[in-house]
């Protein structure tokens, strides 16, 4: 495709995101590398990212099958855009395949949205909770990944570019996204890398085992052995799906990972890639265990089962890869679905046998501020 490249440089990058207003975009900022890519108006869906395209949106359901009409249609595609904004410490430029369109400064306040919550049951979680240690009682799995779906209402609706600033400047170091298809946004920021390419080097993080950022707290979780177990049990499965593909692999030590309201544990696991693009290399990890459970099947079926609402594309992967398939692919957490005056965020947490409900249930509390806090 024949995109034509024009310096653009904005006051306000979210100026080209709203030139677009109501049509289908994606917003992709990684704070790790100061990068920003937006794209606007669907050209088409892909099968594979290739160099006739400065960069394709990928988005995977967290589930192969979609229940319920929430989540219909939303996702699941390797998307290109007629336009792309592109900002980063070198450059800020516009690519367009049809036409240049001219974009307009635009002003974008902060709002803060008075919103209301549907309702918060603990009654359900302590059932998902309490079947989880059943099936543990059973030995079917040794880990599970319980999440809960929150309700929020505002009357006056919800102002996405005010939130998308407002998760840029709480959230340093993690990955800010919005995908906007018809009325419905999914958006959130994710400080978990599924996998990244960049030519023959695969990484991924284990990220897994939480404290509250309390002080001490981050020494403490280096020592807490529910924690601990948590997250090896992510390291041990990552490092053996990496060497099903790859000769060499990496684990680096584990550490803190420090994040505005949360402590994570965190090990980076390095690969060399022999062969196998970054989708495939993607549908291979995902959902590692700090998502769905371990054994994987075992843990999918029963969140199948037992989870009343649709994942959709929470804690699935979603990312951004590049004309020679380079790229970033996280996991969509701290993350919420917009639709129309409705807000339906998402939060889990790994379930081991040692853990307990109460205490799980308040860790979903705080992993919910990434959103709540930026309304
Ligand atoms: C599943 C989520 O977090 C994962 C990522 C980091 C730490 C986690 C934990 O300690 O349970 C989770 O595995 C979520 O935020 O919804």
């Given at each position: 495709m024949n995109y034509i490249k024009t310096n653009l440089i904005l006051?306000?990058?979210?100026?080209?995101?709203?030139?677009?207003?109501?049509?289908?975009?994606?917003?992709?900022?990684?704070?790790?590398?100061?990068?920003?890519?937006?794209?606007?108006?669907?050209?088409?869906?892909?099968?594979?990212?290739?160099?006739?395209?400065?960069?394709?949106?990928?988005?995977?359901?967290?589930?192969?099958?979609?229940?319920?009409?929430?989540?219909?249609?939303?996702?699941?595609?390797?998307?290109?855009?007629?336009?792309?904004?592109?900002?980063?410490?070198?450059?800020?430029?516009?690519?367009?395949?049809?036409?240049?369109?001219?974009?307009?400064?635009?002003?974008?306040?902060?709002?803060?949205?008075?919103?209301?919550?549907?309702?918060?049951?603990?009654?359900?979680?302590?059932?998902?909770?309490?079947?989880?240690?059943?099936?543990?009682?059973?030995?079917?799995?040794?880990?599970?990944?319980?999440?809960?779906?929150?309700?929020?209402?505002?009357?006056?609706?919800?102002?996405?570019?005010?939130?998308?600033?407002?998760?840029?400047?709480?959230?340093?170091?993690?990955?800010?996204?919005?995908?906007?298809?018809?009325?419905?946004?999914?958006?959130?920021?994710?400080?978990?890398?599924?996998?990244?390419?960049?030519?023959?080097?695969?990484?991924?993080?284990?990220?897994?085992?939480?404290?509250?950022?309390?002080?001490?707290?981050?020494?403490?979780?280096?020592?807490?052995?529910?924690?601990?177990?948590?997250?090896?049990i992510v390291v041990k499965k990552i490092r053996q799906s990496l060497l099903e593909r790859a000769k060499r692999v990496t684990v680096g030590q584990t550490g803190i990972m420090t994040l505005k309201n949360v402590y994570h544990l965190k090990t980076v696991l390095t690969a060399d890639n022999e062969d196998g693009s970054l989708i495939d290399w993607t549908k291979h990890l995902h959902p590692t265990p700090a998502l769905g459970g371990e054994p994987k099947e075992e843990a999918l079926n029963f969140l199948r089962k037992y989870e009343t609402y649709e994942r959709g594309l929470y804690a699935a992967p979603i990312g951004v890869i590049d004309a020679k398939g380079n790229g970033t692919i996280v996991v969509g957490i701290r993350s919420a679905l917009i639709d129309g005056n409705t807000l339906h965020a998402y939060a889990g947490c790994g379930i081991v046998p040692s853990s307990d409900c109460l205490d799980e249930f308040n860790e979903t509390k705080i992993k919910l501020k990434t959103i709540l806090e930026a309304l």
């Open positions: 006051n306000h990058p979210l100026s080209f995101w709203a030139n677009f207003e109501g049509g289908e975009r994606f917003f992709w900022y990684d704070s790790t590398q100061n990068q920003l890519i937006i794209g606007c108006e669907r050209l088409k869906a892909i099968e594979t990212p290739n160099a006739s395209y400065p960069y394709a949106f990928y988005t995977q359901t967290f589930f192969n099958q979609i229940k319920g009409k929430l989540w219909e249609d939303f996702g699941g595609e390797t998307l290109v855009f007629k336009h792309y904004f592109v900002k980063n410490n070198h450059e800020s430029y516009m690519l367009s395949v049809d036409g240049t369109p001219e974009i307009k400064e635009g002003k974008f306040p902060l709002i803060t949205h008075r919103v209301t919550e549907k309702s918060s049951d603990f009654g359900s979680w302590e059932r998902l909770f309490n079947k989880i240690q059943e099936n543990f009682a059973q030995h079917r799995s040794e880990k599970i990944v319980a999440s809960r779906e929150l309700e929020f209402t505002s009357d006056t609706g919800f102002n996405v570019e005010s939130i998308l600033q407002k998760l840029i400047t709480n959230n340093p170091g993690c990955f800010i996204f919005a995908y906007q298809k018809g009325e419905k946004i999914f958006l959130g920021a994710s400080p978990e890398i599924l996998v990244q390419k960049q030519e023959e080097k695969i990484l991924s993080f284990a990220l897994a085992g939480t404290m509250p950022r309390l002080p001490l707290n981050d020494t403490a979780l280096l020592h807490d052995s529910k924690n601990l177990h948590e997250h090896n």
